[in-house]
Structure formats: structure tokens, C-alpha cells
């Protein structure tokens, strides 16, 4: 049976996050059964990445078979007719057998979004982390390249996860601003339950003073997750790139 990569996007608000769970909605659920209302049979869906309650895509890839005879853009069409508005697909191909959408990743881009304006912005409020102090985006992007290398990332876990290996290589991390909104961005081979969020936290701290950029490599290095910063809302993180 062909096997078929699909890219969507989603605003993550209403859903407890991508993997199929007892008595809550998820993204995965949800487009099974928007395939599995037009192929005729519930298909297995796998993605890219676990993502978490709350969090957001812009950029999700997943795999799924099917020998409905239909183009690509013709199941992209078929699936948005079936979506609700907060999820869209926007791209699939045809891709060989041994092709898949979590273990085939040689890397994934986040971004995590920081709002420091005056007042709130109903616009911004369910994308971002309102900081109420203006936030100095040279010190952070400074922090944020302290995590570029490859490291044992376990002081930057939540507890919950049940991953052996937590060695990671990031890529590239840095921070800018485009107005009142300043974005994290960071790009590694995988990332751990929460990672992500734990350095968008810890990067919090150090705007506030609670830690000095010249010890984040000591706190990576120590391993120990109550010397980072605390773990930032789900609500700014997007998943934003995966590269094959």
C-alpha cells in the first residue's frame, strides 16, 4: 500500500497535545478520523514528534498509508474538508517504504515566543508568554547560544519521561525581537519531554536575574534540573521546521 507524508499545521489551544489518549482530544486523533471519514478505514497516523497540551505547529509532519487512488493535492483537499479550523494540512507526497515521520528527523526547529509589550494584546495572548519587564534581547540570544553543542540534556527534562539516552545535539539557538515580540528559536537532532520549554524558562531567568549566562554550561553540565529555570507555558511554543 503507498505510503504517504502529509505536512499540517495546528494551533495546539484546544488540544491535549499530538498523541492519541483516553477522554481527551488530541491533533492525532483527530486526523484519523478526518482521514478515516473519506478512505472508508481508520488508517495508523504516526508523527513527527510528541508534541505537548497546549503547543502549536507550524510545521507537522506525519505518515500514513492508503491505496485510495487520488493525487497528493487531491488528499491534501479530501483531509481540509474534514478538519476543523484550528488544524490544516497544506502538502503531501508519496514516499518510499522505509521512510518514517519520527525516526527518519535528522533535526526539528522550534520557537518559542516571549511578549513584552505594556499591556496584554488579545492578538498575542494565546501565542505567547506576556513578560511583564521589557526584556533585553542581546543578553538572551548571548544565553541561548551557551546551549549550542552536543550535551547531556537531563537537568532540562521534566520527570515523566521515559527516554534512556538524554544526549542531545543543538544546532544553532538564538533570540531576536520583531516588536513587542521577542522569539527564542532552536534547532537539535531531538529534543526531551519538555527541553525546549526548560530553556525558554531558564532564559526567563537569566532577564530576571536569577541566573548569570556564565553558568549555563555549568548548569548543563551538573544535570540537575532544579538548578535551571522554571518550565515556560506551553501556549508560546511552536514547532516550526523538520528536516529529513
Known amino acids: ?57 507550524k510545521e507537522y509532519c506525519l505518515h500514513f498509508e492508503s491505496d485510495l487512488n487520488i493525487s497528493e493535492q487531491g488528499y491534501v483537499k479530501a483531509i481540509n474538508t474534514k478538519l476543523p479550523n484550528d488544524i490544516a494540512a497544506y502538502y503531501c507526497k508519496t514516499v518510499s517504504d522505509d521512510f518514517h515521520a519520527r525516526y527518519s528527523v535528522k533535526s526539528k526547529r ?33 544565553a541561548a547560544k551557551e546551549f549550542m553543542g552536543k550535551y547531556d540534556y537531563l537537568g532540562f527534562c521534566s520527570a515523566g519521561s521515559s527516554v534512556d539516552d538524554t544526549v542531545r545535539e543543538v544546532f544553532y539557538a538564538g533570540v531576536n525581537r520583531e516588536g513587542d ?50 518550565t515556560a507555558p506551553a501556549k508560546g511554543l511552536f514547532l516550526s521546521k523538520v528536516n529529513y
Open 110 to 142: 522550534y520557537e518559542y515566543l516571549f511578549f513584552d509589550g505594556e499591556t496584554r494584546d488579545p492578538f498575542y495572548s494565546k501565542y505567547s508568554w506576556h513578560i511583564n519587564n521589557k526584556l533585553d534581547e542581546k543578553l538572551l540570544d548571548k
Open 1 to 57: 500500500m503507498p505510503k504517504y507524508l502529509m505536512k499540517i499545521k495546528y494551533d495546539g489551544t484546544a488540544y491535549h497535545g499530538w498523541q492519541v489518549q483516553k477522554n481527551a482530544v488530541t491533533v492525532q486523533q483527530t486526523v484519523q478520523d478526518a482521514l478515516e471519514s473519506f478512505l472508508k478505514f481508520r488508517p495508523s497516523v504516526t508523527g513527527c514528534s510528541r508534541t505537548d497540551s497546549g503547543v502549536h505547529a
Open 181 to 230: 515580540l521577542v522569539k527564542f528559536y532552536i534547532e537539535a537532532d531531538g529534543f526531551l519531554y519538555n527541553m525546549v520549554r526548560i530553556i525558554a524558562g531558564t532564559l526567563y531567568y537569566v532577564s530576571v536575574g536569577k541566573i548569570d549566562v556564565n553558568d549555563i554550561k555549568n548548569i548543563i553540565l551538573s544535570k540537575k534540573r532544579e538548578n535551571a529555570g522554571i
